[in-house]
């Protein structure tokens, strides 16, 4: 876009795919395949260090169970649906940043959260506001607002150099992003075709993979992976078979089988598979409750271009490893919205602490491998 080359490479690019539109084109894997090399991972091999962190508990600082973690070079920000707080590196509260309510800089319900630690700023999106994404000054609690620009509600974005890539969702229609920059102005009005929202609220509708310098999507109800700077599609992960319980299955098109990228490191990315088991439907045979099936575990190389199914993980911090079933103990205890870090958050009574305490943190630096 900064120049006529860049330009015309990407129509050229663009042309030849829409030329040719089968999977073999472009890298692709199946999920439902049993067929993979198995792998024992150790999680040092792709974190330069780590760091406990053992979080302050009193009634003032609870941390939520479905709280989130952004981990910054001086501090670490614990966001939950109605609340932002602030606890240093030694496990100390700092502050409320924001608290549930209706007023200025109050969360209605927050449902995603990024820091921009070079100017000190805080964004996230109350889902909501299909106006605005907002924001707040981590250095003196000022506020303000960032208009979006199609004015439907987004469920996640990205900030890259004064660009916000923008996932507006979509129900269970084909997931699009669009890019704007900070007045609110569309930068790409020619973006895949987005929807209006349609069918059963869900809470992750893409999946976002951090590849060294890149950044791909993929719609919960899709198989192709797109780039989120020139949206061309540049893998094609098929999830696989779909099925359900014997009940009232008119109409079900929801897919049943989703992604969750874990963690990236350089070219690597660590990533779950998880099969859902439909267990009711209304009479229309629309999506009533869904509950998880079956958890595997892959680990992704872009530059070759190979996965491998993980069978064993080595958490050495706490001299454990996790073998098959017992993956589904540590692989979920990841989160971590820094694409540069990870956290894994133990119930601190896995630890030694009381129930009620707030999680224990282990927070590490991921390599650029």
């Known amino acids: 876009m900064k120049n006529h080359i860049f330009v015309y490479s990407i129509i050229a690019l663009m042309s030849l795919l829409s030329c040719n539109k089968e999977k073999g084109t472009i890298y692709t894997v199946d999920f439902s395949s049993g067929n993979f090399p198995q792998k024992s991972v150790d999680l040092d091999d792709y974190v330069g260090s780590w760091k406990k962190v053992v979080l302050e508990t009193d009634s003032f600082c609870l941390v939520d169970k479905s709280a989130h973690f952004y981990p910054c070079k001086e501090y670490i920000i614990v966001y939950s649906p109605n609340r932002i707080m602030m606890f240093d590196y030694d496990?100390?509260?700092i502050k409320n940043i924001a608290q549930g309510g209706n007023g200025p800089g109050e969360l209605n319900y927050l449902s995603d959260c990024t820091i921009d630690e070079e100017n000190q700023m805080l964004y996230y999106l109350d889902i909501f506001d299909t106006e605005n994404i907002h924001s707040i000054?981590?250095?003196?609690?000022g506020i303000g607002t960032i208009p979006i620009a199609i004015?439907?509600?987004l469920k996640s974005f990205v900030f890259h150099h004064d660009v916000i890539t923008?996932?507006?969702?979509?129900?269970n229609r084909s997931q699009s992003c669009y890019t704007q920059?900070?007045?609110g102005n569309i930068l790409d009005p020619a973006s895949l075709r987005i929807e209006e929202p349609d069918g059963p609220f869900v809470q992750s509708?893409?999946?976002m993979f951090f590849l060294n310098d890149d950044i791909f999507y993929q719609g919960l109800y899709e198989d192709t992976v797109y780039n989120v700077t020139t949206h061309l599609p540049m893998l094609v992960f098929s999830k696989g078979n779909r099925h359900a319980d014997d009940v009232n299955t008119k109409d079900i098109r929801e897919n049943q089988v989703f992604f969750n990228s874990l963690f990236s490191s350089g070219d690597n990315c660590v990533l779950s598979r998880v099969e859902y088991v439909l267990k009711a439907t209304d009479e229309e045979g629309q999506l009533l409750e869904m509950i998880p099936d079956e958890y595997r575990y892959y680990l992704y190389d872009h530059h070759l271009k190979e996965?491998?199914?993980i069978t064993g993980c080595t958490f050495t911090p706490i001299d454990k490893k996790y073998v098959?079933?017992?993956l589904t103990d540590l692989f979920p205890l990841i989160s971590s919205f820094n694409p540069r870090k990870i956290v894994l958050a133990f119930p601190a009574e896995e630890l030694g602490g009381e129930f009620d305490d707030n999680p224990i943190l282990y927070v590490g630096d991921l390599r650029d491998r």
């Open 137 to 141: 000054s981590l250095k003196d609690g």
């Open 181 to 183: 920059d900070l007045k």
């Open 151 to 153: 004015g439907k509600m």
């Open 166 to 171: 923008c996932f507006p969702y979509v129900g």
């Open 91 to 93: 496990g100390k509260f």
């Open 324 to 326: 098959k079933d017992k």
């Open 307 to 309: 996965v491998s199914e």
């Open 205 to 207: 509708p893409i999946n």
